[in-house]
């Protein structure tokens, strides 16, 4: 189990830093000068203008030294000029173009929002998605099972940023019901914190728990055909017994897996909720630094931030297996 842990982490590492060189590449040794945005920022950029700042960054050094500069950020402190000089402290992603602020602190400061949409999204269509599942896997060939079924391909046939926006548009904007979906933080008004995320779960909840019933309603069928469940039937145990206890607990590792990397997914996702709803997270602080001129910083922070949050996710649900199911041994 160690053994496989320490393989896992260095994988995991290995990932991460061939993402951070793709990163570097792609955002500051790309076809265009990564600083021309910058000179852009302020007025017309001159050629000459662009040449100083392109020596201030140290664009015109070699790519070792600047991805060496660029990694090194992460564990220890940097000073970046363009003009003035700013000081980032470590773990140092680079200065905001537009603001001036450490792209790091900006991130944890956007961060609460978006894993408060992704936490409250999940718990909802997971725990929705698993009772429907199992209840239509009961009942399967009934109405019910039937009309879920049918209910879960029309729903996940519409778009959600469609369902999202129309929402909006009617439970917040006409009928006023919902008229507050901004984010508060659950220190200061945990019951603000609720109501104001309140719409965006729910959106997020309902629209993917159709996905989620249909996994777990197919695993739960192909479960409860197995032979060690006929044998505690056999044997007299009771049906919520035999569900809970025998085909659940099978059932669910599967659906651990997608649910492991939609939540993944989802903290490096909520673009479309975050811009609807109107919510100052990660993903509208990245499609705001997308905007001309283009904030390269802060883009090549989301990107690296999202590629860990996946790697991790993908980790964590290696390990839960064992966890989840005693017949999966990690070797």
Known sequence: MLGYIV?????????????????????????????????????????????????QLGYNDSVVH?????????????????????HCDAPCLGISFRTRNEVT???VEKFPATLSIAVGGASIYLTLGVLLGTLAARRRGTLLDRSLVTFSVTVSAV???VIALMVWIYVSLQWKLI????????????????????????????????????????????????DYVRTAVAKGVSERGVVIRHA???????????????????????????????????????????RSPVDFPVVSATVLFGAVIIVLANLIVDLLYAVIDPRVRLA
């Open 7 to 55: 393989r896992r982490l260095m994988s995991a590492f290995l990932v991460v830093v061939l993402t951070s060189m793709f990163v570097f590449l792609l955002f500051f040794k790309g076809p265009s000068n990564p600083a021309e945005p910058l000179c852009n920022l302020n007025g017309k950029c001159t050629p000459e203008k662009l040449a100083i700042l392109t020596e």
């Open 66 to 86: 600047q991805y060496g500069i660029y990694v090194g950020g992460f564990f220890h402190d940097r000073t970046i000029s363009f003009g003035p000089k700013y």
């Open 105 to 107: 602190s900006e991130l």
């Open 159 to 161: 778009p959600y940023y």
């Open 179 to 226: 008229e507050d979906t901004s984010y508060h933080p659950i220190t200061s008004d945990p019951l603000h914190w609720a109501t104001g995320l309140a719409l965006p779960w729910a959106v997020i909840g309902l629209t993917s728990s159709t996905a989620y019933a249909r996994y777990s309603r197919g695993q739960m069928i192909e479960t409860l055909g197995e």
């Open 248 to 290: 659940l607990r099978a059932a669910i590792v599967p659906i651990i897996t997608i649910f492991g990397l939609d939540f993944a997914f989802l903290l490096t996702g909520t673009i479309f909720t975050e811009v609807i709803f109107q919510i100052d997270g990660v993903g509208k602080w990245a499609i705001q630094a997308l």
